[in-house]
């Protein structure tokens, strides 16, 4: 158990729907991460957030936008859902002060989304 | 994965050693990480290394970093049945992890 959490573990909605992933980082991290895992795409980073701010942005589509609240927990939106955005969703977190990256990462246990 | 390279699939009797390639593409790159996946399951960690070292070991696991030809392995020992799963490697770049594909290990009884 690398102590970060994510709900909900499973989604299953329709094109064209709105999700929200949640995310709680381990306890006294202030770095959240977060990834899509897809078959054809592998694992990309989507985004990164140090206490509240973004620090970097990766393949990241229009359609999804994230968020780290002040109690340091991050919420993943995607809206406009495709058929392609069907995937694994994993957070992950580490506790450097500086989000470089020589901050080790822990990863949580995913959130599977089935866009139907 | 971004640049980064790795086989896709490997297998490996229960008790013989198993490596698994890589290679990445950032020089820059202070840590290379190896992670662990199981069916269903999300990633973990395993093992880093940091740049300025060649090889670190841990417990049945034995990373060798040759950083001339940006070549990251790992070496299981001894592999067990619950060492299937997939392996990605990863480089730290700044702010994220740039993985490879994974390498899928089975372990046959």
Same mark, same amino acid.
């Given at each position: ?22 995310? !709680?980082?381990?306890? $006294? /991290?202030?770095?959240? @991460?977060?990834?899509?895992? #897809?078959?054809?795409?592998?694992? =990309? ?34 809206? !406009?859902?495709?058929? $392609? /955005?069907?995937?694994? @969703?994993?957070?992950?977190? #580490?506790?450097?002060?500086?989000? =470089? ?16 | ?109």
């Amino acid at each position: 158990d690398s102590g970060v959490t994510q709900t909900p573990k499973h989604l299953i909605t329709a094109t064209g729907q709105r999700v929200t992933l949640r995310c !709680s980082p381990r306890s $006294g /991290d202030l770095s959240v @991460y977060w990834y899509q895992q #897809s078959l054809d795409q592998g694992l =990309q980073f989507l985004i990164h957030y140090y206490n509240g701010e973004e620090r970097a942005k990766g393949n990241i589509l229009e359609r999804f936008s994230a968020q780290q609240f002040p109690d340091l927990h991050s919420e993943l939106n995607l809206s !406009s859902l495709e058929l $392609g /955005d069907s995937a694994l @969703y994993f957070c992950a977190s #580490s506790g450097g002060t500086s989000g =470089q990256s020589t901050d080790t990462q822990y990863f949580g246990p995913g959130t599977r989304l089935t866009v139907l | 994965g971004e640049d980064v390279e790795q086989s896709l699939f490997l297998s490996v009797r229960e008790g013989d050693s198993s490596v698994i390639n890589c290679t990445y593409t950032d020089s820059s790159s202070t840590y290379l990480y190896w992670y662990k996946q199981e069916p269903g399951a999300g990633l973990q960690l395993l093992t880093y290394i940091f740049s300025n070292m060649d090889m670190k070991q841990d417990q049945r696991l034995t990373v060798l970093l040759n950083k001339k030809d940006k070549h990251l392995s790992l070496r299981i020992a001894d592999t067990q049945t619950g060492d299937s799963a997939i392996y990605f490697c990863a480089e730290g770049r700044p702010g994220r992890l740039a993985f490879g594909k994974g390498n899928q290990v089975v372990v046959i009884p």
